[in-house]
């Protein structure tokens, strides 16, 4: 007897390319929580006037293969700084991930590839980031502790890795209750 394996799926689970059609900017960020996108923007629109240009993406948008290269053809080679958030970590969005990489050394771009749950190491994201572990570390801690002031925080500290001249805060603790 023979067991075959079957899936369902129907049309609307397929991922379709899509164009965002954005601009060029020094600082880029890509995550798949309405949450982190709403806190980089709040805390670039707080300090806007003194910051680097920023686009922010929903990666749910960015599923499809010919999708990323759009992106990273028109967006991303063209940053100073991506910051990306991956739910799932590396093997999640691996295309994505793969070449950000390449793009990234090749262009000499600062690239964070950051695991979305809190506590989860991704050896493979932290191997195609193109900055140091303790960088990795600091701007992980800002999403770990949370809150307006940390996210004001990490986007200064987008700002300085793409050079511009800004104090940036250290991450605000949040008590445990």
Same mark, same amino acid.
């Given at each position: ?9 129907? @049309? ?24 982190? @996108? ?140």
């Amino acid at each position: 007897m023979h067991i075959l394996t079957t899936t369902s799926a129907s @049309l609307d689970d397929l991922a379709e390319p899509v164009d965002l059609r954005q601009t060029p900017a020094d600082v880029v960020a890509l995550s798949f929580t309405d949450s982190d @996108l709403a806190g980089l923007a709040a805390g670039w629109k707080a300090d806007a006037a003194r910051l680097p240009s920023m686009r922010l993406a929903a990666l749910r948008d960015l599923r499809h293969p010919m999708s990323v290269d759009l992106w990273i053809d028109s967006v991303a080679r063209h940053a100073k700084v991506i910051l990306v958030r991956i739910l799932g970590g590396y093997d999640w969005w691996r295309y994505g991930c793969d070449q950000l990489a390449t793009i990234a050394r090749a262009r000499g771009i600062k690239l964070a590839l950051l695991p979305g749950e809190s506590h989860d190491e991704d050896p493979r994201l932290i191997e195609g980031s193109t900055l140091p572990r303790e960088e990795l570390d600091g701007l992980l801690g800002h999403f770990r502790e949370g809150g307006p002031e940390n996210m004001r925080a990490l986007v200064q500290r987008l700002a300085r890795l793409a050079g511009q001249d800004i104090e940036v805060a250290s991450p605000v603790t949040v008590p445990k209750a």
